[in-house]
């Protein structure tokens, strides 16, 4: 494998931004009759968790299409079956009650996802709340995310159709990482949800031999993707900052081992 591509692993491993900016401290609570049901509509990514920045691989899209449907994104892995989860659009019930806002799906017939938010202020472009998750099996819950305090921010662009067809690229900045070998690599974005990773043979691009399964998910600007390699799972999460002029520009807030954070960067050009 690769360099790049371990470094990928590694960013997954340690724990993996359009704009890291704080969230507004507004301790004012929901008034419930003030048209939250108008306010909530639009898609929201989490900034924020207990008020920290949430690192980029932490992050999902929620997005409301009317007061009682939404669909959730996110792609979450620690190395255990029981707790990935990728989740491309699935769609959730919504029901308002007052200021509690209560996201369901059905897995299937023995699992049901439960997402809450507990909104204490909304306006046009920020929501805090408290959230917490929970997977009920077999009519038993089983709380997968504890109540925290969210910000989330409203997003307004979406980069899922701009994102298709075959960009060349190289890390812009990884904090000095090993992993970063220096060179360009080319991936190719799908329709269908897949993708293709290109490696350099002489003067030719040769799909990646030794990977199965490649598949990615763009939500508004939130961009996961999967592969199998050698039997194994990886994971990637990166920011879409800028699409513009055939140039795409990617960043993402990551941990390092002692616990610092840092932005990786990553440019691509589209390849004609």
């Known amino acids: 494998m690769n360099r790049l591509m371990q ?3 590694a960013a997954a491993l340690i724990c993996g931004a359009s704009v890291f900016s704080s969230c507004s401290k507004d301790d004012n609570p929901v008034d419930p009759a003030d048209k939250l049901s108008e306010k909530i509509i639009g898609k929201w990514m989490q900034f924020e968790i207990d008020g920290r ?3 980029t691989n932490e992050k999902s899209a929620t997005t409301f299409v009317s007061d009682t449907k939404a669909y959730f994104s996110a792609s979450k892995i620690n190395h255990s079956k029981t707790s990935q989860k990728w989740n491309d659009n699935r ?4 029901k308002i ?3 509690k806002v209560t ?3 059905k897995v299937n017939e023995n ?3 439960v997402n809450e938010f507990i909104i204490s202020s909304i306006n046009e472009t920020e929501m805090n709340c408290i959230y917490k998750h929970v997977t009920i099996r077999n009519g038993k819950e089983d709380v997968s995310v504890e109540s925290s305090n969210r910000c989330y921010k409203k997003i307004s662009r979406d980069f899922s159709e701009v994102v298709l067809g075959t ?3 190289h ?3 990884s904090e000095g990482s090993v992993y970063d070998d220096g060179e360009t690599h080319r991936w190719e974005y799908k329709a269908d949800g897949t993708y293709v990773y290109y490696v350099k043979d002489g003067d030719n691009w040769v799909p990646y031999a030794t990977t199965t399964l490649s598949e990615y998910f763009v939500d508004g600007v939130l961009l996961c993707t999967r592969w199998i390699d050698n039997d194994v799972e990886n994971r990637e999460w990166w920011e879409i900052a800028s699409i513009k002029d055939g140039v795409m520009k990617w960043k993402a807030l990551r941990q390092k081992e002692d616990g610092t954070t840092y932005t990786a960067t990553f440019e691509m050009k589209k390849v004609e």
Request: net charge negative.
């Open 53 to 55: 920045l949430a690192l």
């Open 111 to 113: 699992v049901t996802l």
């Open 91 to 94: 769609e959730y019930e919504v």
């Open 103 to 105: 996201l369901t799906s």
């Open 167 to 169: 960009w060349e690229g």
């Open 171 to 173: 890390v812009t900045n």
């Open 7 to 9: 470094w990928v692993m």
């Open 97 to 99: 009650d007052g200021n």
